[in-house]
């Protein structure tokens, strides 16, 4: 008997892992891919595109390599205890490599939608369109599992920031961090001749409210109004 039918999207962490585990389980899986390579949001590229995740230059992964690792494939040896964004792209080639994944992955084939048959209730089916080279196409899949991520789709409500951003002009700032987590503690920002940022460890909303007062109280001295 056939194995099922499954459409995973997304080439990123999550997917890979996905995929090795279908063929492992009998299933058949398709893979579609947005962008034209594996690594999702581990695969730096100089120039931010959009529709695909992005991380910065300097990113280095704050999980141990034993913790990011899949669990039957570990990092080597020789590898540092706390991969840089190169070694992880590194190692995610590796696996790729290592269970024959490639040829499943379908690039530059973005889903655009998902949606269950219309006789979903008896078939589970679902309808998977898929535009690649400016054509939509409809797949038929018994399953589909979605492995897109977090953090393709810019989440920016600068909208509701207005204030930030009025404060770091009026300053002169080049940048005005709000150090929020571990993962802003790994941004390198140049040195310029402005004192370029606000720094403050890891504040809670609280803490980064207070920190805008304060900013808005320098501009009130000013006689600068928000
Ligand atoms: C700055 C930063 C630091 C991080 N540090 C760590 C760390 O130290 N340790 C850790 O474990 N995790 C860390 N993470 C979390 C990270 O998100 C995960 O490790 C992991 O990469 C998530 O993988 P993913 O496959 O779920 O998603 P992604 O890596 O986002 O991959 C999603 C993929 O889906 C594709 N895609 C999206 N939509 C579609 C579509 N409609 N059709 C086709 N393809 C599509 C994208 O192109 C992309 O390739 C960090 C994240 C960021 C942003």
């Given at each position: 008997m056939p194995g099922k039918r499954i459409a995973v999207i997304g080439a990123g962490v999550s997917g890979l892992g996905a995929i090795k585990v279908c063929l492992e389980e009998g299933l058949e899986p398709t893979h579609f891919e947005?962008?034209?390579?594996?690594?999702?949001?581990?695969?730096?590229?100089?120039k931010a595109k959009t529709d695909r995740p992005s991380i910065y230059k300097s990113v280095i992964s704050n999980s141990s390599k034993e913790m990011t690792a899949y669990s039957d494939y570990p990092s080597?040896?020789?590898?540092?205890?706390y991969l840089p964004n190169s070694k992880i792209m590194e190692y995610l080639r590796m696996y790729v490599q290592h269970f024959g994944l490639m040829k499943h992955i379908h690039f530059l084939?973005?889903?655009?939608s998902v949606r269950k048959r219309s006789n979903f209730s008896c078939t589970g089916q679902w309808d998977v369109v898929v535009e690649a080279e400016g054509k939509q196409k409809c797949y038929v899949f018994d399953g589909v599992m979605v492995c897109?991520?977090?953090?393709?789709d810019p989440f920016l409500p600068l909208h509701n920031f207005p204030a930030f951003r009025f404060v770091a002009e009026s300053l002169g700032l080049e940048f005005l961090v709000l150090k929020t987590g571990r993962t802003l503690e790994k941004i390198k920002i140049p040195e310029t001749e402005n004192k370029p940022w606000l720094e403050h460890e890891r504040p809670s909303k609280e803490v980064s409210v207070t920190l805008l007062a304060i900013y808005s109280a320098m501009l009130e001295e000013q006689n600068v109004t928000v």
């Open positions: 947005g962008s034209d390579d594996i690594g999702g949001v581990w695969r730096y590229e100089e080597p040896d020789h590898f540092p205890n084939s973005k889903v655009c897109s991520g977090l953090c393709t």
